[in-house]
């Protein structure tokens, strides 16, 4: 327990007020995540009671990470010009309106509109959270425990989403998976406002309007060419058409960047081999987490005749060892380093899936240890990964790290889903009622790890790795 409650650190920032910043961002944290996921149980809901048809119910999932992949790298970088506390702050007003919004849409498209100001709101504040604690602990131990935290958050939100949406329609209507942001962003925004800490004049650094709509076009591309591709009938002109806007936005990105005394992406920050590092684990990490935790609430569903809730307990054993193990290597990371953790995440990683695999036919319970075992691997890899790219950039350009960090996690998940979901439907709708499919999705998952293993050693060789700066 912390005594000494009237210690300073260099941004002026007693230990009490630190701990409230943390919580904070935490609570702004666990709204963007957890509405990522939220849904995902609500289809049935909102074709019967808001007369959504197949097509816009799929648009009211998909609008939220579609929007906020696409912004990303841009809120993460106009934090660095404007301050991140008030593009958090801005970011949790928006939020918090586009939950009301949502909650009492009358019409399906009013509610695409409404997760897509969500998304907006929840663009901002990503970034941010992260860039704060970044800003706001300057003690090596402290900071890892609160990236730690950070992480434990995030993987909760969005292992935790469905059952708390399942929780909800259990006993309100649809609505109230949106009214319930409504008083945590009130105190979100009262604690943020009171013990963030303000911008420094000095560390303000110009922010490119044309370069954070150039990102936007070009991840919005594709992001919708991947989410085309998996669907079971594709457009074969809405792919073409994304590629050609994905190319065309990122060429005048990137030509653009090279251009600017201060680009929105500073592209020698790869040069950095912790940072690839870094960014390799992130997207790892919600890979194996997001596509397994997916296809395994969709398998045991549908052909294991297992309930909502108790598909959601198996996903849960992943997200309960990512937990554990995120709070952990965050409290060791100062006294190991992140190389040893970050390479010791990936092979425990495989190894759950591994088992997994194999102990499927056999026990459920021992099925669900091995899936226990896989989650304390992903738990290092999100903690040490965020540290790893946060820490190696200097404070003044934390946003833009935070943005980079951002999307590796978003474009994880988001080619895991594709990926793992559409080759286990594919397998599905040619053998139903097998596993062979699933366990072939989990041996995907070890074979993903083992190349992520491969590379992290591979970029991390003889390299002198930053804990702090």
Not at 228 to 240: D, F, K, Y
Not at 289 to 307: C, D, K, L, P
Not at 361 to 387: C, E, H, K, N, Q
Not at 388 to 415: C, D, K, Q, W
Request: glycine residues 10%; contains cysteine.
């Amino acid at each position: 327990m912390i005594q000494n409650t009237s210690t300073t650190t260099s941004t002026g920032q007693s230990v009490r007020g630190r701990w409230f910043v943390l919580t904070a961002v935490s609570l702004g944290l666990l709204l963007a995540t957890i509405d990522t996921s939220i849904l995902y149980i609500a289809v049935p809901v909102l074709e019967s009671d808001l007369g959504a048809s197949t097509s816009q119910s799929l648009w009211i999932i998909n609008t939220y990470p579609l929007v906020m992949t696409g912004l990303l790298l841009g809120t993460g970088a106009l934090g660095d010009r404007y301050g991140h506390k008030r593009v958090f702050q801005i970011g949790i007003v928006v939020f918090g309106a586009a939950s009301l919004i949502a909650a009492f849409s009358p019409t399906p498209e009013v509610l695409i509109l409404s997760r897509a100001l969500l998304a907006v709101g929840a663009a901002l504040m990503l970034p941010a959270t992260l860039a704060i604690i970044r800003v706001t602990f300057d003690d090596d131990r402290e900071r890892n425990i609160a990236i730690a935290t950070w992480s434990s958050v995030s993987i909760g939100g969005i292992a935790f989403g469905p059952l708390v949406g399942g929780l909800l329609l259990e006993w309100f209507w649809w609505g109230s998976v949106f009214l319930i942001n409504v008083p945590i962003v009130l105190v979100t925004f009262g604690l943020a406002a009171v013990y963030a800490p303000k911008a420094r004049e000095d560390s303000a650094v110009p922010w490119d309007l044309l370069s954070s709509i150039l990102a936007l076009i070009g991840l919005t591309g594709l992001v919708a060419a991947i989410k085309e591709i998996a669907l079971p009938a594709p457009s074969w002109i809405v792919i073409p058409g994304a590629l050609v806007l994905t190319i065309v936005g990122f060429a005048a990105f990137i030509r653009r960047q090279l251009r600017l005394a201060t680009p929105l992406l500073d592209f020698t920050i790869f040069r950095n081999r912790a940072v690839s590092a870094g960014v390799v684990a992130a997207g790892l990490s919600t890979f194996v987490f997001a596509g397994v935790g997916a296809v395994t609430s969709q398998h045991f569903q549908s052909s294991e005749g297992y309930s909502p809730l108790q598909s959601g307990l198996l996903v849960g054993c992943i997200a309960a060892g990512a937990t554990a193990t995120s709070l952990l290597s965050g409290s060791m990371l100062s006294r190991i380093g992140p190389r040893p953790l970050l390479l010791g995440g990936a092979a425990l990683a495989a190894t759950g899936y591994m088992a997994a695999a194999v102990l499927l036919p056999v026990s459920i319970w021992a099925f669900g240890m091995a899936l226990f075992l896989a989650g304390t691997g992903i738990g290092v890899l999100i903690t040490v990964a965020s540290s790893t790219i946060i820490t190696n950039v200097v404070p003044e350009r934390a946003g833009m790290a935070s943005g980079v960090e951002e999307v590796s996690y978003e474009f994880g998940s988001l080619l895991s889903v594709t990926i793992l979901g559409s080759l286990y439907a594919s397998f599905a709708l040619n053998t139903p009622g097998t596993e062979n499919g699933y366990r072939g999705v989990l041996w995907l998952g070890v074979a993903a790890t083992v190349l992520g293993l491969v590379s992290i050693s591979w970029l991390l060789r003889n390299e002198r790795i930053t804990t702090s700066r």
